[in-house]
């Protein structure tokens, strides 16, 4: 009887956790994809305000910042499923090594996600350069993103197979690259092309950011510096986290290499929640709405609950405004009062 192979315990839980994390990001996006602070706050409480014209302006004057559906949310989704879907893949290839055809399947589609997770980066990278120069909003650029993100490793890896006719995908000890022929440089060559030219871009957009002449739209610039600073930490994260995976995968026996793959591959995961997630105001602001819809929908009283999502969404602009509207409605009412006596 043949002994079942498994993955070890260390590359079940590097994958887990890394994968944990990333679904729990993307649930959360989904769930808040299409929830906007206008309707949250009520039409009742906006007609009811003291000085409704100011929180229209308000509201207008920010009206993008409170959808979380944009490029850079597509982008990061996208990103967060190449990378589930090579940790799935890690564990099933651990299981698969001596079934041939599913091996050379398994290391095929590792090669493209590897390498798609690597795009997605740089898909990144060029969005921030598209936003700093006033491109973004282009449908073509919009659909340039995705062939950049899943049509560049999808070819890379079609011309692989096309060339080698399948061998070197997957041996009979690991369902990767073979180390011999030189096929793993149809992954390492591509991955440092992406990193080097991910540097190059950072360096533009970083030199926009400071000059002088450069963004004068502030809110423009903060989601460019964003995204620059997001690319800065992930791209360095993912390149070690890959490296120890193929080195995890190929020498089995040794016990550093999954150890370090799981580490880098779980500070992955806590670090993409961290940026695009708990450190971003959209997302912030989001589920704040969501979470006063849900207190809406429990408590049925429309004006209560649409004067405490106010309270908890107003920004210290709008609590400015709105005691300069409540004083000046206060002081009208008292001019009113001494007309009305005088007369």
């Known amino acids: 009887m043949e002994k079942v192979l498994v993955p070890s315990v260390t590359l079940i839980v590097g994958c887990g956790v890394s994968s944990l994390t990333l679904l729990l990001l993307i649930i959360i996006y989904v769930s808040v994809w299409r929830t906007q602070v206008f309707p949250c706050l009520g039409y009742h409480w906006i007609c009811s305000s003291p000085c409704p014209l100011l929180l229209f302006l308000r509201l207008g004057s920010t009206g993008q910042r409170w959808y979380i559906r944009s490029e850079r949310s597509v982008i990061l989704i996208n990103f967060c499923l190449s990378i589930i879907s090579s940790n799935a893949l890690i564990l099933i290839g651990q ?10 399947l398994v290391a095929a589609f590792l090669h493209f996600f590897f390498l798609s997770s690597f795009c997605w980066v740089l898909t990144e990278a060029w969005q921030s350069y598209m936003a700093v120069t006033g491109r973004l909003r282009n449908r073509i650029i919009r659909k340039r993103f995705l062939c950049l993100g899943w049509g560049l490793p999808a070819l890379v890896v079609a011309i692989s197979v096309g060339f080698t006719k399948a061998k070197g995908y997957g041996t009979v000890n690991y369902c ?26 950072g360096i533009l957009v970083f030199n926009k950011l400071v000059s002088k002449d450069g963004i004068t739209d502030k809110k ?8 620059l600073w997001s690319s800065c930490v ?4 993912l390149a070690l986290t890959w490296m120890s ?47 006063v819809d849900r207190q809406e929908e429990g ?31 206060h002081i009208t009412g008292e001019n009113r009062q001494v007309t009305w006596f005088g007369d």
Request: a neutral charge; hydrophobic letters at 50%; aromatic letters at 8%.
């Open 95 to 104: 299981t698969q090594t001596r079934n041939k055809v599913i091996c050379t």
């Open 176 to 201: 990767w690259l073979s180390l011999e022929g030189g096929l793993l440089y149809a992954f390492v060559g591509p991955a440092a092309a992406v990193v080097l030219v991910n540097m190059v871009i």
């Open 220 to 227: 423009l610039k903060e989601r460019a510096g964003a995204s």
């Open 234 to 237: 992930v791209l360095p994260l």
């Open 245 to 291: 995976a193929v080195l995890a995968i190929t020498d089995r026996r040794s016990a550093l290499f999954q150890i370090l793959f799981a580490v880098f591959d779980s500070l992955e995961g806590f670090v993409i929640v961290m940026v695009h997630c708990i450190l971003r105001r959209e997302v912030q602001d989001a589920v704040k709405c969501r979470v």
């Open 299 to 329: 408590n049925g009283d429309s004006g209560g609950s649409f004067q405490n999502g106010h309270a908890q969404l107003m920004t210290d602009f709008e609590k400015d405004v709105d005691m300069a509207c409540r004083s000046g409605e």
